[in-house]
């Protein structure tokens, strides 16, 4: 049973170029959440996916950032012209659909170095 | 808006020594709240959740935590702490008004366990 997997699991990007980091949820898991750690900080939340559809993405910063789940394939966090205050760990959690206890499953995380 | 507080940043404590680490929420409307460990360079574990039912809640490690309405309260305790309890400590409550639903952390608490 495979958890969720994230990756790269280290990025390092020089300022101005793009950042992909991908997200496969756990089987029959249909929900996906998009958080960023900060360094020395808590989890802030970025954006709630489901499949074809973005439900929540009050946590985007307006510009460069886009997220997308498609029908087919992993979740996938973009960030466009990085600069180095995007680097954080990002990280992805999927929870089952229709489940409404809020329990998520977290992935090992996407750790961003922008140089 | 609702919101979720650790006051202890960080909490040095002895092996075999008890610990509490303080979470306290606020909320207009009926909460989920969840305790959850990072280990370093690792994901999200779930420790413990409340739901509903019984306010004294016990998770995986030896953990519990009690649900305290009255003093927005749920803090997390253990009686005997060990060295492989070093990590950081994340209160969440969970969102569930309106379209959107996530869940939202505090800053953490790093435990370091000492000999």
């Known amino acids: 049973n495979a958890g969720v997997m994230q990756n790269p699991r280290h990025l390092v990007r020089r300022r101005g170029q793009e950042a992909r980091l991908r997200c496969s949820p756990m089987?029959?898991?249909?929900?996906v959440y998009w958080y960023r750690q900060l360094p020395e900080e808590g989890l802030k939340f970025m954006v709630y996916?489901?499949?074809?559809?973005?439900?929540?993405e009050s946590g985007m910063p307006k510009e460069r950032f886009s997220a997308e789940f498609p029908k087919e394939g992993p979740s996938i966090l973009r960030i466009q012209q990085v600069v180095r205050g995007d680097s954080a760990a990002y990280f992805c959690?999927?929870?089952?659909?229709?489940?409404?206890?809020?329990?998520?499953?977290f992935g090992e995380g996407s750790r961003l170095t922008v140089l | 808006a609702q919101s979720v507080t650790q006051l202890d940043s960080q909490v040095p404590v002895f092996e075999e020594a008890p610990v509490e680490l303080r979470c306290n929420y606020s909320?207009?409307?009926?909460?989920?709240l969840f305790w959850y460990v990072q280990y370093p360079n690792q994901g999200l574990q779930l420790l413990l959740k409340?739901?509903?039912?019984?306010?004294l809640v016990k998770g995986i490690n030896g953990f519990e935590a009690e649900f305290n309405k009255s003093q927005t309260s749920f803090h997390l305790r253990k009686p005997s702490v060990h060295i492989s309890d070093t990590a950081e400590y994340f209160c969440?409550?969970?969102?569930?008004?309106?379209?959107?639903?996530?869940?939202?952390f505090g800053t953490g608490t790093r435990l370091q366990v000492t000999l």
């Open positions: 969440a409550l969970y969102d569930n008004t309106g379209t959107a639903s996530k869940l939202t």
């Open positions: 959690a999927s929870s089952r659909q229709g489940a409404n206890t809020g329990e998520l499953f």
């Open positions: 909320s207009s409307v009926s909460v989920y």
């Open positions: 996916l489901q499949k074809e559809n973005i439900i929540d």
């Open positions: 409340y739901l509903s039912g019984s306010t």
């Open positions: 089987k029959g898991h249909s929900h």
